[in-house]
Nanobody
C-alpha cells in the first residue's frame, strides 16, 4: 500500500511537501513517482525517481519548481512543491512500479490522493 500525505491549502508562491509511505511490500527497487489530476482531466505525470535516486524525471510544467526524492530506509518518497501556482491545484497521487513508455509513464501501483489547493 502507498499512503500519501501532506496536501493542503497554500497561497500562490508558497510551498508544500508531500510524502508517500509504502507498507506491506518494499518499493526500494522500483521507480516511484507522482501524478496529479483535476476534475474532468486525465491523470498526468508529475515526477519520478529511480530506485536509488540517481535519476529524476519531471513534467515540463513543474521543472525547476518541484523536487522528488526518496528515503529507501523508510520506504518513503517525497515531493517538494515550491513556487506553487493556482494551476498546480489538483489531487496528487503517489505511484509505484513506474515504467517509462514514451511519451507516457505507466504505474503498476497507486496510492490514494492528497489534495493540493493553491489560492491566488
Amino acid at each position: 500500500q502507498l499512503q500519501a500525505s501532506g496536501g493542503g491549502l497554500v497561497q500562490a508562491g508558497g510551498s508544500l511537501r508531500l510524502s508517500c509511505a509504502a507498507s506491506g511490500r518494499t518499493f526500494i527497487y522500483n521507480t516511484m513517482g507522482w501524478f496529479r489530476q483535476t476534475p474532468g482531466k486525465e491523470r498526468e505525470f508529475v515526477a519520478a525517481i529511480s530506485w536509488n535516486g540517481g535519476r529524476t524525471y519531471y513534467a515540463d510544467s513543474v521543472k525547476g519548481r518541484f523536487s522528488v526524492s526518496r528515503d529507501n530506509a523508510k520506504n518513503t518518497v517525497f515531493l517538494q512543491l515550491n513556487s506553487l501556482k493556482p494551476e498546480d491545484t489538483a489531487v496528487y497521487y503517489c505511484a509505484g512500479d513506474l515504467e517509462r513508455r514514451p511519451p507516457k509513464w505507466i504505474a503498476g501501483s497507486w496510492g490514494q490522493g492528497t489534495l493540493v489547493t493553491v489560492s491566488s
